[in-house]
């Protein structure tokens, strides 16, 4: 998703998002996700965008529409693990979508500050959105083979 600066608040389907990474942004009001409950520990703000980082980046930044200091790095957990399959039956219902191809999955990043060296991301609470409705969700997964805390880089 790349704002479009051309546009302004106001115009019909769009809204203004102010965000302090990037600044106010102005995009399509359907462009924004809702994670339905919410992101755990984070269940007040249900509104986001999904911000390319750079063009030749695999990170994605998961912003919150409603407070402009909320926004976490995400990826696609298959850059990192190519085999990475999370069940996804019940939440193919619960999302509306009509096959596996609507939904798109990413993983939160953590990296720390000054030791980005040391970033991990969880596989085991994937966000995963409907591509067609702008639904989604952060699902929990109980599979031994998935960490909240997998090291992206080898120490």
């Known amino acids: 998703m790349i704002p479009n600066p051309q546009k302004t608040p ?8 102010d965000s302090r990474r990037f600044g106010r942004l102005t995009v399509r009001e359907d462009q924004i996700i809702f994670l339905n ?10 509104r986001y965008l999904l911000i390319q980082h750079t063009q030749e980046s695999p990170f994605l930044w998961l912003q919150s529409v ?3 200091d909320l926004a976490f790095v995400v990826i696609d957990p ?4 190519p085999d990475y399959q999370p069940p996804l039956t019940g939440v193919l219902k619960e999302l509306e979508a009509e096959t596996l ?3 798109k999955i990413v993983t939160i990043l953590t ?7 040391e970033m991990t991301v969880n596989l085991m609470g994937p ?3 409907n591509l067609k409705n702008r639904k989604g969700k952060q ?8 960490h909240h805390k997998h090291r992206v880089l080898p120490p």
């Open 10 to 17: 106001g115009e019909s389907g769009y809204i203004s998002v």
């Open 37 to 46: 409950p919410g992101l755990l520990g984070f269940s007040r703000f249900q």
């Open 66 to 68: 409603d407070h402009p």
């Open 78 to 81: 298959c850059y990192l693990v």
């Open 101 to 103: 191809e609507d939904l």
């Open 111 to 117: 990296i720390p500050p000054g030791a980005p060296q």
């Open 127 to 129: 966000v995963v959105i």
């Open 139 to 146: 699902i929990i997964i109980e599979d031994p083979r998935y």
